[in-house]
């Protein structure tokens, strides 16, 4: 026997049930083929072997005695470098579904050792929180039926586009247009974005995937899908090509990739769709983008300019810049100026208590084509858990608020506004997408939604999986190790891509036929809007329906 | 759904005879009330100078009628003419209005130093006075329009009745443009200003069906903070704000009305010739695209009269007529009624594209297409 002194139990060790997630094995099924312990991204497992004793009674000779086996099986590491995050793939692979992570609802422990060596707990995914948002429990109740009857969702036609692009009053546009001065840029877009993630963020094979996807839909199906390329750039070929018109090239505080941009301009047979100048993350306002080292590899290092393998992370705001003001004024007039005033540059904000004035900001600059506001239920590839957790502010009420300013001002066709952050984060996306628009949001940029639905992302709000950050992805949608993201077939993520906004399309028409619209996306048209909660229909200033 | 009659004729007839087209179109409507706007308009007993503004409206009390003589007098308006109705109260349905106010006016002297536009705004800015007047007073005095050549007359119940009650078939009112709209009581309370046809400076449309883009459209219009766009009792009201804004604010002509409230696909106009001003046009006046089954018909100051379906077109109206004599509905019955002796093989239902026009001379139709080039130089 082992005197207990001998056994090391210090003051982070941890027994596996103080995890939050419980790896369950079945020993009787296992094969021990070992593909689970080759799938798992986090190294959870570990093939052991133990000595056992079998129990041995032979009656006729009424005698006892002990044989000793030696049992091989799966056992849960007990580090929290190795916790399991409760992605499931073992279950996938499994040929005889003998495993499986179970979620641990009892307490555990791993939150109070997740600081080790000084870092607090960083990971990928969204706020954990579950159940429904505040979107989700909005109905569209305005249902056409008195002098008309609803339309027909499988036989009308929809009109479903929204414009990205400052929008002139229509006195001015007729003034410039008669005396030949310039017209802002506009783009003819469906509402429904693909957000900022950045390459980098994303693995190639992913990005590829969601490009050839976004491709298809233009191309074939005419539905004009866009896709803004978030912090980092995008592959050097894809800027020399003409798929780059479906592309909102981002530009955030670090300037990762804007090197490769500019110098493809010469090169480039199109303009991009448009430009996007991030000021703000809704899941992490107060901090910039954060890549980190475990995702900077070879070609990621080569496209950004950096070393490979060190954490990048940008800075919360523009460095050269005094103010959002100021930036405003500076980079929104510099960028339309870098594409010859044809491209619509506009800036991401997360959504904050002074949401407002920036937006007035823009409405006074010239040349500002939109805004979009990311709220605090906005994804994230790498953030401090407590940033993700309890730093911003919700979008419904943010973009209604900025909505019901540029209706005092008579402007709400001026400047368009796209909602982020948390849109379909329960699998609703064309019903909280379409909610936001109702609210007064011209459009909607989806992450998180897309990753799940046409790739396969595991992740949920009760913490499962989220380690987008450091490049583990078991799926190989947020890795940079190709022996992860070679499990991620492209064409299928194209061929999931289309199916998600095939399916956005139709609900979208299941939604507007109802409501009797079929002509114009119903941005503003909050009269078709209830929830059952006083408090917040004053709020939104919207029905109480119950 | 609403009914709606037009006749346009170069002789002045009698309202009564659109009204017994309403009529006509009676099957499955409700009749909760009636509208209706004449233009071209002769009195039998007063000799009538078109120039002269005609108050139209509803008191409901003596103290609003002294009201209203103070207020005019106050300003310098000089009464000419003050219309009595040959009331039969028993078959009027609301038989307890004061009076129905009909009331040619003089121009204070002051005015004939002023321009156009001013004398049309402060004849604009007279209405929205009595009209805040009235609301002010518990509704006791309702203004429909306050504009040179044209009345209004609006009421709740069946549209013959109506006539029947103020005595229109007496032959002593008669007009040249009567646009009626058998109101048929839908999303919003029976409210005498959310009766059609609407009107403002000059303008006056009416429609049918249900205009499921009436909050964006209204949001808009009431932050540009013009004097006349307020109000909006009915979802209707703002296809007439949105002529009255292309024609007075935008100074476009008739045809880009259409262009703005349906404006084509963006693959139709790649291949129109001014597609490109077009498209620009749509984009500035997104938020003026009307969404729902509606047909809309309208009159202008000089007697233009004029019809438009919404894209869907599911209420087509129709047109048919004569030189001379032109009438638009919204079912075919009602052409037949205002209009009998017309070739029918020429009658005509706009498509979702179609702009039909009744020019001022009456003598032939003018049929619009928005696949045809745009006619200003705007477009160039
Ligand atoms: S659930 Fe995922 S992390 Fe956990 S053991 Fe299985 S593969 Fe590894
Ligand atoms: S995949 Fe299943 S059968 Fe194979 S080793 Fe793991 S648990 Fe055993």
Known sequence: ?546 | MCRLALKSADDPFSPYEVLTAMEAMREGYDGSGLGLLLRGISFEDFNYKPNRPILSGIVQSEAALHRLNKFMEDRGFELRYDHEFDLDRRVLEVGDQYKYVIRVYRLPDDWSSKSEEEVENLLMHTRLDLRRDGEEHDGDLTVFSFWPDVMMIKEVGWPLQVGDGLSLHDGRIKARVVMAQGRQNTNYGINLYACHPFFIQGISTMTNGENTAFVPIRDWLLGLHKPGYQGYQSDSEVFTHILHYTLKELKLPLQAYKHIITPLKTEELEKHPSGDFLRGLRDSCRRLIIDGPNCVIGTLSDETCLMVMDHKKMRPGTVGGRPGCWAMASEMCGVESLVPDRDRSLDFQPMREHTVIIPPDRKELVIWSQFDPYPLAQAA
């Open chain 1, 1 to 546: 026997m082992e005197s207990i002194r001998s056994i090391s139990v210090g003051p982070g060790s941890l027994t596996y049930t103080d995890f939050p997630w419980i790896i369950e094995h079945n020993e009787d099924r296992c094969v021990l083929c070992g593909k689970c312990a080759a799938v798992c991204p986090m190294e959870s497992l570990e093939l052991s072997y133990s000595r056992s004793r079998v129990p041995k009674l032979d009656i006729l000779k009424k005698k006892r005695q002990s044989e000793y086996k030696v049992v091989v099986g799966i056992r849960q590491k007990t580090d929290t470098a190795h916790r399991c995050v409760g992605c499931g793939m073992c279950s996938m692979v499994c040929p005889n579904a003998a495993i499986g992570p179970r979620y641990n609802d009892n307490e555990h422990r791993t939150v109070f050792f997740a600081d080790k060596k000084g870092d607090p707990y960083k990971r990928g995914g969204r706020k954990n929180q579950p159940g429904p948002t505040l979107l989700d429990r909005i109905v569209f109740d305005r249902i056409s039926m008195l002098t008309d009857p609803a339309l027909d969702a499988g036989r009308h036609e929809f009109y479903m586009n929204t414009v990205l692009g400052r929008v002139l009053p229509p006195e001015e546009f007729l003034r410039r247009k008669q005396s030949g001065e310039w017209i802002p840029p506009t783009r003819e877009i469906f509402p429904f974005i693909i957000g900022g993630m950045s390459f980098g963020a994303l693995s190639p094979n992913m990005w590829l995937g969601m490009l050839q996807g976004v491709a298809y839909c233009n191309e074939v199906l005419g539905i004009p899908v866009v896709m803004s390329t978030g912090e980092g750039g995008c592959p050097p070929w894809v800027l020399r090509s003409p798929y780059l018109k479906y592309l909102i090239l981002q530009i955030a505080s670090g300037y990762f990739g804007w090197d490769e941009i500019i110098r493809a301009i010469p090169e480039m047979v199109c303009d991009p769709c448009a430009i996007e100048i991030k000021y703000g993350q809704g899941a992490k306002p107060g901090d910039g983008g954060l890549l980190m080292g475990f995702k900077v590899s070879k070609l990621i290092a080569r496209l950004r300019g950096v070393p490979q393998g060190v954490d990048l992370p940008s800075p919360p705001v523009h460095q050269t810049l005094y103010s959002i003001e100021e930036s405003v004024g500076k980079m929104i007039q510099s960028l339309s100026t870098l594409f010859g005033f044809r491209v619509p540059v506009y800036p991401k904000i997360s959504a904050t208590t002074s949401a407002k004035a920036v937006l007035n900001n823009l409405v006074r600059n010239p040349f500002a084509s939109g805004l979009c506001i990311d709220g605090l239920d906005a994804g994230t590839g790498a953030a401090y858990n407590v940033s993700m957790d309890a730093m911003g502010h919700p979008i419904a009420s943010n973009i209604r608020e900025c909505y019901l300013e540029l209706c005092k001002q008579g402007r709400q066709n001026e400047i368009p506004l796209f909602a982020a952050g948390g849109v379909g984060k329960n699998g609703n996306i064309t019903q909280n997408g379409m909610a936001l628009i109702m609210l007064g949001a011209s459009g909607i940029h989806v992450g998180r939604y897309i990753m799940q639905a046409a790739a396969g992302c595991l992740g949920n709000e009760k913490n499962r999986c989220n380690i987008c950050n450091i490049g583990l992805c078991p799926k190989g949608i947020t890795s940079q190790n190709p022996k992860l993201y070679r499990r991620l077939d492209p064409d299928q993520v194209a061929e999931r891509v289309v199916e998600v906004f095939l399916s956005i399309r139709t609900e979208m028409k299941k939604i507007m036929a109802p409501l009797g619209r079929s002509q114009s996306l119903p941005v503003g048209m909050s009269d078709a809007l209830g929830i059952a909660d006083a408090e917040v229909a004053k709020r939104l200033q919207i029905k109480y329906v119950c």
